[in-house]
């Protein structure tokens, strides 16, 4: 069960304002864990499982990244806007905006990616990073879901392969083998439970970031981070680093290794029932063994 939010509010960020939301008391003693939601532009709700690492004492925060959920919305921008920079900046802006010196970080998929981004220029206040479900750079990522796609059943191969050679296929098709791709390879909890469903409306309701910054699905990135890499910048990471992937996650093992192998110290985390979301698939131990790394670096 989804504790409720101690706090619901928004903070100005230059003309535009940021949603967030508070589980536990900012004045426990704790430093907060700080959740970085993905996407591009999937709003905060299937990470809502999170917040119930309040109920030891650390509040845990969230909040909706600029252009999705219950933050601004900016339908009308194109991609130059839409960069990892304005994403740090926003960041910051909120952490300024609450007062939180120090706190602990937990991007999960392209939140992870802006959450390394942040943590290698060595922030001050940042007591230990959680890197889940993340790719090191997007030309891993790409080659690990092009793969997967190959190792579907072929009716579904053969419709996302056409599709991605701009064949026509049946839309109705292609549906169906995303469906396919998504149940193994993002959440292996089918049906869908709600909080996850209300990511994914986040999205359909206004993909302006998602289609800009990664493009029209999860294995076809055409959008501005087809060319971001961390790879060469990750040995400036000081944090103490929990890096997190599913043995099934369309974050490959190729795709997530680099943050082992050029973090100092970095431990690696494969939980082996899950997927790209194991805090939906394995949530006891999900939040038990991050729980236990923030409470050793606090």
């Known amino acids: 069960m989804i504790p409720d939010a101690d706090v619901v509010a928004t903070v100005p960020f230059g003309p535009y304002e940021t949603w967030y939301r508070v589980t536990g008391d900012l004045d426990s003693g704790l430093a907060p864990l700080v959740v970085v939601h993905g996407g591009p532009g999937s709003g905060h709700d299937y990470l809502l499982s999170l917040s119930a690492l309040a109920r030891g004492g650390r509040p845990v925060i969230h909040y909706d990244q600029v252009g999705c959920g219950r933050s601004t919305h900016l339908r009308e921008r ?46 001050r206040g940042l007591r230990s990073l959680v890197i889940s479900n993340s790719p090191a ?99 400036e990471i000081r944090a103490p680093t929990l890096v997190i992937s599913g043995r099934f996650d369309e974050a490959t093992p190729e795709a997530v290794r680099p943050w082992v192998e050029r973090v100092a110290g970095a431990r690696w985390e494969v939980f082996a029932a899950s997927s790209h979301m194991p805090f939906i698939e394995e949530p006891e131990r999900y939040r038990a063994v991050v729980a236990a790394f923030v409470a050793a670096h606090d």
């Not at 609450?98 to 802006?114: C, K």
């Not at 990522?141 to 050679?165: D, K, N, Y």
Request: hydrophobic letters at 45%; aromatic letters at 8%; a negative charge.
């Open 137 to 235: 750079a997007m030309d891993r990522w790409v080659a690990g879901t092009a793969a997967l796609v190959h190792a579907l059943p072929a009716p579904e191969r053969e419709a996302l392969e056409r599709a991605a050679r701009g064949e026509a296929v049946e839309d109705a098709r292609v549906a169906a083998a995303t469906q396919a791709f998504y149940d193994r390879h993002v959440c292996r909890v089918v049906p869908n439970p709600p909080e996850v469903l209300a990511s994914y409306e986040v999205v359909a309701d206004d993909p302006t970031v998602y289609h800009a910054m990664n493009g029209p699905n999860e294995f076809t990135v055409e959008g501005t981070l087809r060319t971001w890499s961390l790879v060469e910048r990750l040995g």
């Open 78 to 123: 194109g991609p130059e806007f839409w960069t990892v920079g304005l994403f740090l900046e926003e960041f910051d802006n909120l952490l300024d905006r609450l007062g939180i010196g120090a706190y602990h970080l937990l991007g999960q998929s392209w939140g992870g990616m802006l959450a390394g981004e942040h943590a290698v220029r060595a922030p």
